[in-house]
């Protein structure tokens, strides 16, 4: 089974901060990686589709980058909506696998 | 506008068989894998089963195999997952998400609100 790493697994930032989350993929997944955002008490939703393509409809302060094993999810510039956890998954192969989530939360 | 509607949560027993349905609107069903994932109480995403457009290839996670069912009825643009001896570790908000496609990603695009299932006696 392909593990997958997430960190850090909370962090605490402001309004307009640049926040960056990693994944790392225990053997290579090519591109085969989405990135989720999910809010208490909703499902999640998708922001990056393999690895770097945003979603229609999620603002351009999201971006994604990596290939094989790194992977990183970035937000320019931190707004009040964007505070949720975020995870990575992994379709590469079966079991699809996420990360174990990060939390953001306000500074 | 895609939607996907669960169904069928609820209180169950230790040992409860109960079956999860999922109803898919605003795309051509047929054409698309679809998956469980399920979310215990506080904890992170865990993929459950996957099935393809036609239903003739079904994949599981190694804690429910066999003892969940995945399957589907195209015609009636419903996703099921027959869910047999449950144990209080089922017990989790469940999804049902449609797989994307091609350019498009293969991962999860869409996703229903969730339905709770809670194994308690």
């Known amino acids: 089974d392909i593990q997958m790493t997430q960190s850090p697994s909370s962090l605490s930032a402001s309004v307009g901060d640049r926040v960056t989350i990693t994944c790392r993929a225990s053997?290579?997944?090519?591109?085969?990686l989405g990135w989720y955002q999910q809010k208490p008490g909703k499902a999640p939703k998708r922001l990056i589709y393999?690895?770097?393509s945003l979603q229609s409809g999620v603002p351009s302060r999201f971006s994604g980058s990596g290939s094989g094993t790194e992977f990183t999810l970035t937000i320019s510039s931190l707004q009040p909506e964007d505070f949720a956890t975020y995870y990575c998954?992994?379709?590469?192969?079966?079991?699809?696998?996420f990360g174990g989530g990060t939390k953001v939360e306000i500074k | 506008e895609v939607q996907l509607l669960e169904s069928g949560g609820g209180l169950v027993q230790p040992g409860g068989s109960p079956r999860l349905s999922c109803a898919g609107s605003?795309?051509?069903?047929?054409?698309?894998?679809m998956s469980w994932v399920r979310q215990a109480p506080g904890k992170g995403l865990e993929w459950v089963s996957d099935?393809?457009?036609?239903?003739?290839?079904?994949y599981y996670a190694d804690p429910v195999k066999g003892r969940f069912t995945i399957s589907r009825d195209n015609s009636k643009n419903t996703l099921y997952l027959q869910m047999n001896s449950l144990r209080a570790e089922d017990t989790a908000v469940y999804y049902c998400?449609?797989?994307?496609?091609?350019?498009?990603?293969?991962?999860?695009?869409?996703w229903g609100q969730g339905t709770l299932v809670t194994v308690s006696s």
């Open positions: 998400a449609k797989r994307g496609s091609g350019a498009a990603g293969w991962d999860f695009d869409y």
């Open positions: 099935i393809s457009g036609s239903g003739g290839s079904t």
């Open positions: 998954l992994q379709h590469n192969s079966y079991p699809l696998t």
């Open positions: 393999a690895a770097s």
């Open positions: 605003g795309f051509t069903f047929s054409n698309y894998a």
């Open positions: 053997q290579g997944i090519r591109n085969e």
